[in-house]
């Protein structure tokens, strides 16, 4: 029998995803005017209902979304009720530019609601300065935490820990752990397993949640304990450790000091972090661009961290250009070979690029390594000269309907089986050179790779034909 069930309708002054967004997840302008309006006004009760029950994720939008005034307003308006999590959810430099506006006390409040690995994110963008008089309007027990996981390395498990865990001695039985559990106030928000220590803290052994609970309250925890789990240090790369969760399907991973004690755990929430942020990292850095770079970062600040790389690009360009030099007498005399030279080097370079970023992909995930080194090398030369037979065919026959030359049909085809399979070489060895020299391939392989390109292009092409037309 179907039965219509009677629903209370929600209070219209709250936003759901369905008043605050669009059809296409998009903030509507309407609710960023409506919150722009009560910030000028200094409307806290409705700052306070409107924003203080949006998701993490949906407040950092907004805060984003706010002009730069307005986001220190809402902040200092909404109060207690700020979540101080969604300052994690914007770009480094609005995070920064909050965070220097507000005062320190403020700041420590807010901090003091954040787990530790939220927490430690919150503060490691700032300078030691500001850090420090954070940490000043702390605890004790809470500051000497967030500090000594913040003096780990940059990039390390320890600085992305989180320090809240359950961990119980060895000895005990299943229900022990339960009804610890139970009666202990403080535990973690969210946790997926507890992990066995002995006396001095050395880690043990983990116990999943499942399996605890499928066990009978008698069974001792030893009896529980997963021989074969993964764990981590806390000086091991955070990119190896979201490597280490996607190959073994992990949900959470414990983490321990150089002496084995239990220091933290990492859960998945924090490796899909990661992921995203190495994965923002190497498109950026494929394009020449600092990973640092932010969409709200000043024009200053942007020009600067591209000008670099826009320098070595200039100056390997003028090394290309100067095989053109080489054959300028030819050129003078052929001007087809000056309109079809830049050919030969755009689809070498659109080869070489489609190989380099599988590749620098392959390493980044360690896919690519010594052993099957020869054979993706010999494959992707293979692959370069099967397309440069394909395309020597094909612009070969346009050359030749072109320019009503036969010959440079076939020079013209010869060059680009010759650019395409250098650049599929070249898109494959640069990074794995590079990579062996402890440079980072993402960032450096794009300029060499359109160098080699390049120079092959223009001078195979221009010395093939120099030799089938006998120029000088």
């Known amino acids: 029998m179907n039965e219509t069930l009677d629903v209370a309708p929600a209070d219209a002054s709250l936003p759901d995803r369905g008043t605050m967004r669009t059809e296409s997840g998009e903030i509507r302008s309407e609710f960023i005017q409506t919150i722009t309006a009560a910030i000028a006004a200094e409307d806290e009760a409705f700052l306070r209902a409107e924003v203080a029950e949006l998701h993490e994720a949906d407040l950092g939008d907004l805060i984003a979304a706010l002009a730069p005034d307005d986001r220190v307003r809402l902040v200092e308006l909404t109060g207690t009720d700020f979540d101080f999590s969604a300052l994690n959810e914007v770009d480094d430099a609005v995070r920064e530019e909050i965070l220097e506006e507000l005062e320190p006390a403020t700041v420590a409040e807010g901090v003091r609601e954040l787990e530790s690995d939220d927490a430690v994110e919150l503060l490691e963008s700032l300078d030691e300065e500001d850090k420090e008089q954070?940490?000043?309007?702390?605890p004790p027990s809470e500051r000497d935490v967030l500090a000594r996981s913040l003096d780990y390395p940059e990039g390390s498990a320890g600085r992305r820990m989180q320090s809240e865990f359950i961990a119980v001695p060895l000895a005990w039985t299943v229900g022990q752990a339960i009804d610890y559990m139970r009666e202990t106030p403080d535990l973690p928000e969210r946790f997926y397993e507890i992990y066995a220590v002995d006396d001095a803290r050395h880690w043990q052994g983990a116990v999943s949640l499942d399996a605890l609970l499928r066990a009978r309250r008698p069974v001792p925890l030893a009896d529980l304990i997963d021989e074969d789990r993964r764990r981590v240090t806390v000086t091991?790369?955070?990119?190896?450790?979201?490597?280490l969760f996607g190959k073994y399907n992990l949900v959470a991973a414990p983490?321990?000091?150089?002496?084995?004690?239990l220091a933290g755990v990492i859960t998945i929430d924090d490796v899909v972090d990661v992921i995203e942020e190495e994965a923002d990292e190497d498109f950026k850095a494929l394009g020449g661009v600092s990973g640092d770079e932010e969409l709200s970062d000043s024009v200053w600040t942007i020009a600067k961290g591209r000008f670099n790389w826009?320098?070595?690009?200039?100056a390997t360009a003028f090394l290309a250009s100067s095989v053109l030099g080489l054959f300028e007498g030819q050129l003078q005399q052929m001007v087809a070979l000056a309109v079809l030279a830049p050919i030969v080097a755009s689809q070498g370079g659109n080869a070489a690029t489609q190989t380099m970023t599988v590749a620098v992909r392959a390493l980044a995930t360690r896919e690519l390594g010594p052993n099957n080194a020869m054979r993706v090398v010999l494959r992707e030369g293979l692959v370069g000269l099967v397309n440069g037979l394909a395309f020597a065919l094909i612009t070969g026959i346009a050359a030749v309907a072109w320019f009503k030359m036969p010959g440079l049909g076939i020079v013209i085809g010869l060059a680009i089986i010759s650019n395409l399979v250098a650049g599929a070489l070249g898109g494959i060895l640069i990074p794995m050179v590079l990579e062996r020299v402890r440079a980072d391939p993402a960032?450096?392989?794009?300029?060499?790779?359109?160098?080699?390109?390049?120079?092959v292009g223009f001078f195979s092409f221009l010395g093939i034909a120099t030799l089938w037309f006998g120029l000088k």
């Open 443 to 455: 960032v450096a392989s794009g300029t060499f790779v359109t160098t080699v390109t390049d120079v």
């Open 134 to 138: 954070i940490l000043e309007h702390l």
């Open 255 to 261: 983490v321990v000091d150089a002496e084995n004690r």
């Open 236 to 243: 091991d790369d955070l990119a190896e450790v979201a490597r």
């Open 310 to 314: 826009l320098l070595v690009n200039l």
